[in-house]
């Protein structure tokens, strides 16, 4: 299969386009590098050493015998977009090109409309060029869990039966996100579903948790094929800052009582579901939502199973709690369901604890890095608006 990823130079991208390599499909990739711009303006880099794209690409071509064709430019220019996709003939597309921080986006106004005019127009574009091209191509969107919030009942898989009033319905299930960020996706999951019924499209809404590990596979990657990994307050997940924190012996940061309920998943495992969905289209006109998750766990539960496991490694950390820079519920029902991609072969590659200490052992030979930026493990934006400890 031929599979388009746009934001290839990313966390998940360049995993993901190794990972479907490996399997035989033919990979293209869309990147202008916004990922490493936003992280250096947060004063950070990735943990582990990345390399340049060029590097990459030959990387790429020795460890696959296969090119990876790759565009350099902004997923909002319209033209550019329809014409790789008419030359290239994608027969799949991963959507993955968006800034994915609630933090960045609830820095001030300038970075909250830049967050949804970027995310939102993104994904409007390749709507509308898959409609003008290929219409027959699976779009697999990256949403995330955070689109339905808290709320005090289950979570149902994106669509739910509802009775009201003597009447009988089965409509997505309401969204209450919790910053800027995670409204962009709400908006790009309605516009999504919206092209679906208007253009007979086919999609996949990934909702998915958060993903953190250091590996896409069991072996450690090869030169210039690792993919990155950030700690700062913006684009660092709660157990990738967590290990980095615990690798040079800084306490670990939990905000506020740390009762919040969140769903997890290892990189392997999100290019395991990612994969599912790639090669189990849906059918033409159908808008399909999968919940890409495999535990639900409180933050400050996760602390402490980081803590085990880097005392396991002979390294000694201890658990702190900050003021919560964020405005959110820190004890609350949280019950979100998660059947079709188990339907569809998924099946946990492994355990935390031993993800947690894979981390802990490849982020060992970084302590200098992290060590270097450690100041930016500490959170000072805020959700209302003030950027201060």
């Not at 900050?322 to 188990?342: A, F």
Request: charged share 25%.
């Amino acid at each position: 299969m031929k599979i388009l990823i746009a934001g290839v130079d990313g966390y998940l991208g360049w995993a993901l386009a190794q990972h479907l390599a490996a399997r035989g499909h033919d990979v293209g990739g869309i990147d202008n590098f916004f990922r490493r711009r936003w992280v250096a303006e947060m004063g950070s880099c990735s943990a582990l050493p990345i390399a340049s794209m060029p590097e990459r690409i030959s990387a790429f071509a020795r460890t696959f015998d296969k090119q990876l064709s790759f565009w350099n430019l902004d997923l909002r220019s319209f033209d550019d977009v329809r014409e790789i996709l008419k030359s290239w003939s994608p027969q799949a597309i991963v959507h993955l090109g968006e800034c994915p921080s609630a933090p960045y986006s609830m820095i001030d106004a300038e970075h909250a409309i830049f967050t949804q005019t970027n995310n939102v127009a993104s994904t409007l574009t390749l709507l509308f060029a898959m409609r003008d091209v290929c219409p027959e191509a699976h779009l697999v969107k990256l949403g995330t869990m955070g689109e339905y919030g808290t709320p005090n009942v289950p979570i149902a898989e994106g669509f739910f039966e509802i009775e009201y009033r003597g009447r009988t319905d089965r409509m997505p299930f309401p969204k209450n996100a919790g910053s800027w960020y995670h409204w962009s996706k709400v908006h790009d999951s309605n516009n999504v579903m919206f092209a679906c019924g208007l253009w007979k499209l086919r999609a996949t809404d990934v909702m998915q948790g958060v993903v953190f590990g250091t590996r896409a596979a069991d072996a450690a990657p090869k030169e210039h094929m690792s993919t990155r990994l950030d700690f700062d307050q913006a684009f660092g997940t709660a157990i990738n800052r967590f290990c980095c924190q615990a690798v040079i012996g800084h306490p670990l940061t939990v905000y506020g009582g740390g009762g919040q309920r969140r769903t997890f998943l290892p990189l392997r495992d999100s290019m395991q579901c990612l994969t599912i969905a790639l090669e189990n289209p849906p059918e033409p006109g159908e808008y399909r939502v999968f919940n890409q998750f495999e535990s639900v766990h409180d933050l400050l539960s996760l602390a402490h199973m980081v803590r085990a496991a880097a005392r396991e490694l002979g390294i000694s950390v201890e658990i702190i709690s900050l003021d919560n820079p964020r405005v959110e519920r820190e004890n609350h029902y949280y019950q979100p369901e998660r059947r079709r991609l188990t339907d569809l072969g998924y099946r946990p590659s492994c355990d935390l604890r031993t993800e947690l200490k894979t981390a802990l052992v490849d982020l060992t030979p970084c302590r200098a890095t992290i060590e270097k930026y450690k100041q930016v493990l500490l959170p000072d934006i805020r959700w209302d608006g003030v950027r201060s400890f």
